[in-house]
């Protein structure tokens, strides 16, 4: 075989689009003083995610094993210590008695089956304290060893803030449920995951940023792709939202069929009285049907970009996306035909971040090389 010809493929391959890693310009722009740093702080950030995904997981088997409301007040530092005699733990159950949810769906439980809602909630908020200091220890030695500078210093400490106003807005959410009502509030909880999902989004995002993979590169794909692929990752956002206002009104114990809601397509009860907005997060009618209306549309999302991905530097990112979605709608119709068990409630709650995570890998490789185009051009300015 000719020279030419044993080199033809390879040639050929360098014609597609460029994809390089970071320029050092795009690093400075980062924030991170080195490649080594910034490869660091990426590592450190995954496993950030990897906690915050964990902490969600943890967060559902709580609201699934009616666990939420057993500890009825909030001692970020103090609570660390959980009762540790007999008389601590019957101090604990009477002020728990005090609430609704007791009064009127535990009336007379246990100490032992208290124990065991107490501990899924006690071990919920150890695990959100223990994600504060893996958070806040790492930020500060990178920051005090300048491996982070500014921006990336500030985008650490807001997200350290935003995980302190989680904390606080888990505690808002519980409050809802100590006084007139026997569950936490379905607005409460979804601002709740939703800050969650937040959180983890962010970290992600910022970790693709520094970590120094191939960028499939701007200029390699339209500017309908693009835009395309940002609305997908914001739709995962909107039907993750969707889906807390499904949990939070237990609504996923209801209407266990598919494809249609008890032999209709639009179910009855979807308007509690008078047809109004609220009534879209107030009946498990509507909030189911909205949430499947939500995964459809994203479905007919993911399969437009796989197909308009097709030529593009983002084919395999866009196929990834779209099985995670083919999956994760899977998952919610077993979930709802099982009316909610809580190993499928707490897989399809997990699953959603994966649907998230690929999203967001897709949207990123596709916009991220305009990071690095901005930081050249601001090097040189
Ligand atoms: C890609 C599409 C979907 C995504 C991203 C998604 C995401 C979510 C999320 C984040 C939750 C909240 C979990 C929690 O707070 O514990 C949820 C709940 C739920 N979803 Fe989905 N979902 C999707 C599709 C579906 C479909 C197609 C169905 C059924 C037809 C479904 C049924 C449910 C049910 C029953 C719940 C309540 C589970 C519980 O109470 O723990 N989902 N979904």
């Given at each position: 075989?000719?020279?030419?010809?044993?080199?033809?493929?390879?040639?050929?391959?360098?014609?597609?689009?460029?994809?390089?890693?970071?320029?050092?310009?795009?690093?400075?722009?980062?924030?991170?003083?080195?490649?080594?740093?910034?490869?660091?702080?990426?590592?450190?950030?995954?496993?950030?995610?990897?906690?915050?995904?964990?902490?969600?997981?943890?967060?559902?088997?709580?609201?699934?094993?009616?666990?939420?409301?057993?500890?009825?007040?909030?001692?970020?530092?103090?609570?660390?210590?959980?009762?540790?005699?007999?008389?601590?733990?019957?101090?604990?159950?009477?002020?728990?008695?005090?609430?609704?949810?007791?009064?009127?769906?535990?009336?007379?439980?246990?100490?032992?089956?208290?124990?065991?809602?107490?501990?899924?909630?006690?071990?919920?908020?150890?695990?959100?304290?223990?994600?504060?200091?893996?958070?806040?220890?790492?930020?500060?030695?990178?920051?005090?060893?300048?491996?982070?500078?500014?921006?990336?210093?500030?985008?650490?400490?807001?997200?350290?803030?935003?995980?302190?106003l989680q904390g606080a807005l888990g505690w808002y959410m519980v409050q809802?449920?100590?006084?007139?009502?026997?569950?936490?509030?379905?607005?409460?909880?979804?601002?709740?995951?939703?800050?969650?999902?937040?959180?983890?989004?962010?970290?992600?995002?910022l970790a693709l940023d520094l970590w120094p993979a191939r960028r499939i590169?701007?200029?390699?794909?339209?500017?309908?792709?693009?835009?395309?692929?940002?609305?997908?990752?914001?739709?995962?956002?909107?039907?993750?939202?969707?889906?807390?206002?499904?949990?939070?009104?237990?609504?996923?114990?209801?209407?266990?069929?598919?494809?249609?809601?008890?032999?209709?397509?639009?179910?009855?009860?979807?308007?509690?009285?008078?047809?109004?907005?609220?009534?879209?997060?107030?009946?498990?009618?509507?909030?189911?049907?909205?949430?499947?209306?939500?995964?459809?549309?994203?479905?007919?999302?993911?399969?437009?970009?796989?197909?308009?991905?097709?030529?593009?530097?983002?084919?395999?990112?866009?196929?990834?996306?779209?099985?995670?979605?083919?999956?994760?709608?899977?998952?919610?119709?077993?979930?709802?035909?099982?009316?909610?068990?809580?190993?499928?409630?707490?897989?399809?709650?997990?699953?959603?971040?994966?649907?998230?995570?690929?999203?967001?890998?897709?949207?990123?490789?596709?916009?991220?090389?305009?990071?690095?185009?901005?930081?050249?051009?601001?090097?040189?300015?």
């Amino acid at each position: 075989m000719s020279e030419e010809a044993q080199n033809a493929p390879r040639t050929a391959k360098a014609q597609t689009p460029p994809s390089t890693p970071a320029a050092p310009s795009a690093l400075t722009a980062s924030g991170a003083a080195s490649h080594r740093a910034a490869r660091r702080m990426a590592l450190w950030l995954f496993f950030m995610c990897a906690l915050v995904a964990a902490m969600v997981i943890v967060g559902g088997a709580t609201r699934l094993t009616d666990s939420g409301l057993s500890i009825t007040e909030w001692r970020p530092v103090t609570g660390v210590v959980p009762p540790l005699t007999e008389a601590g733990w019957l101090e604990e159950l009477e002020k728990y008695r005090q609430i609704p949810e007791y009064r009127e769906v535990n009336y007379g439980m246990s100490l032992a089956d208290f124990k065991f809602i107490y501990w899924w909630e006690w071990g919920h908020r150890l695990l959100g304290r223990a994600i504060g200091l893996a958070f806040f220890i790492p930020m500060a030695f990178f920051i005090a060893t300048g491996q982070a500078r500014r921006p990336l210093s500030w985008k650490l400490a807001g997200l350290f803030l935003l995980g302190g106003l989680q904390g606080a807005l888990g505690w808002y959410m519980v409050q809802s449920g100590l006084s007139e009502r026997v569950d936490v509030s379905q607005y409460r909880l979804a601002a709740h995951l939703s800050l969650a999902v937040l959180l983890f989004a962010l970290m992600f995002w910022l970790a693709l940023d520094l970590w120094p993979a191939r960028r499939i590169g701007r200029d390699a794909a339209p500017k309908g792709l693009r835009i395309g692929a940002a609305l997908l990752a914001a739709g995962v956002f909107a039907q993750m939202t969707l889906g807390a206002f499904v949990a939070g009104l237990r609504a996923g114990r209801t209407f266990n069929t598919w494809p249609l809601m008890d032999g209709k397509f639009f179910p009855d009860g979807y308007f509690a009285g008078t047809p109004g907005l609220n009534d879209l997060f107030e009946t498990a009618a509507a909030v189911q049907f909205n949430h499947r209306i939500g995964a459809y549309l994203l479905a007919a999302g993911a399969v437009w970009f796989a197909i308009a991905a097709r030529r593009t530097g983002a084919v395999s990112r866009a196929r990834w996306v779209l099985a995670a979605v083919v999956g994760q709608m899977l998952l919610g119709v077993w979930t709802v035909l099982a009316a909610t068990p809580i190993a499928l409630g707490l897989a399809h709650q997990g699953g959603a971040l994966i649907v998230l995570a690929t999203a967001l890998y897709a949207a990123h490789g596709l916009t991220s090389a305009r990071a690095s185009t901005a930081a050249g051009r601001a090097a040189h300015r």
